[in-house]
Every structure is written in structure tokens, then in C-alpha cells.
């Protein structure tokens, strides 16, 4: 507890203390891209030595709450630049989050064109927020190889892009059934995605 407000140091990361913030989705981001009112929310909690942001995809098909942000347009990444630059005005440190929903999702909650993927085309069960209200996990279509290594693709871009806006590292969203969840626990694994877990 005594190191709790003393500050923590390992390899290049320096914070101002030992208290880190959870990533916690906020659905705050109209149409997919960061905004003031985000940047606002995370300076008021940069007394954290790190922040955690909410989930942030990687990919349009992986936007599968309502209004999540992204990390993979040039409008995503300049609306990052306003937290990043809030949070260390406050004198904290912020990882990005990167979470592709995979099959915990809603074609609603995804921009046009797009689909729900998954390991495997087997529907979560329960239900999921939209704009409209409570519905059904839509079933997703299975990844294929080329699929996966599509979306690891997609991955590398979106933490290049968040360096490229000021964060400080990037965490990538394991758990929760989202995307890698079913590769990491070997769950949902079909014959089309045969590749090794990451
Ligand atoms: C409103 C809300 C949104 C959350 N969003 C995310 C998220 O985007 N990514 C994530 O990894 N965890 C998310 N979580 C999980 C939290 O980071 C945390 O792991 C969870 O609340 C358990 O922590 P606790 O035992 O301290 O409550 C969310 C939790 C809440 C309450």
C-alpha cells in the first residue's frame, strides 16, 4: 500500500505512481472517432499514473459495440492525438487498447459493408446493446487463414498508428469473447483456421 503513490519505473515506462486505470468502454465515440469530450474524460482521471483506454479496433469489422472508437483512419488517429495530449498534459502515461469484437457483436453497431467475423461461424449467446436497443449476437462468418492474417495485418497498422498519435504502448484485449479470446483459449477453432494460437 506505502508503494501505491510512489512512482514506478521499468525499462522506458515511467509513472508518477503505481495506480493504473481498467480499460473501460464509454460508446462515446460518434461515428467510430475520438472526440473532446473523450479527451476531457481522460484528463480528469490522469491523477492514474497509467491509463488503459477503452477498447479500439483495429479494423471497420471489429466495431462491434456502438460507438466505440477506432485506430484505423487518419480521423481516428487525430482524435487520439487530443487524449494522448490531455492525459500527458496531466502528467499521466496512456496505453491504447486494441480489441477486435470478432463474434461478440452486432452487424447494426459495424459500419455499411461490413460483417461480424469470427474463429468460427458459431453465434455467441446473450444479447448485445444497439442504437435500436437489445439484440441477438449476430452470427459471424468464419475467418478463413487469409481472414486472420488480415486482421494480425490490421493490428500491426493500428499500433503503428497509435504510436504515431502519442501513446505510450498498446494492450491488446484478450478476454471477454472478443476476436482473440477464442484462439487464446482454443475455443471456436474450425478447420479453416488452422493457424497457430498468437
Ligand atoms: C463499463 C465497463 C466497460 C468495460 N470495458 C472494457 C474494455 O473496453 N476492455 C476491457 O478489457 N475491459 C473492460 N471492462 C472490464 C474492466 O476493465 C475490468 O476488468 C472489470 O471491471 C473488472 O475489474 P474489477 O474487478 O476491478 O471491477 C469494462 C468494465 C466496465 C464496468
Known sequence: ????????????????????????????????????????????????GLIVTEGTSPSPEGLGYPRIPGIFSEAQAEGWKLVTNAVHEGGSKIFLQLMHTGRVAH??????????VGMSDSQAAGEIYTETGMYEYSAP???????IQRIIDDHVRAAENAMAAGFDG???????GTCWTNRLTRTQITAQTTMGVL
Do not use: C, W
Request: proline fraction near 6%; charge should be positive; glycine fraction near 6%.
Open 170 to 176: 498498446v494492450e491488446l484485449h484478450g478476454a471477454h
Open 107 to 116: 452487424s447494426s453497431n459495424l459500419p455499411e459493408g461490413y460483417q461480424v
Open 141 to 147: 462468418k468464419a475467418l478463413d487463414t487469409a481472414g
Open 1 to 48: 500500500m506505502k508503494k501505491l503513490f510512489q512512482p514506478y519505473i521499468k525499462g522506458t515506462l515511467q509513472l508518477k505512481n503505481h495506480v493504473v486505470m481498467a480499460p473501460m468502454t464509454r460508446s462515446r465515440a460518434i461515428d467510430n472517432i475520438p472526440n473532446k469530450l473523450m479527451a476531457t474524460y481522460y484528463k480528469q482521471r490522469s491523477g492514474a
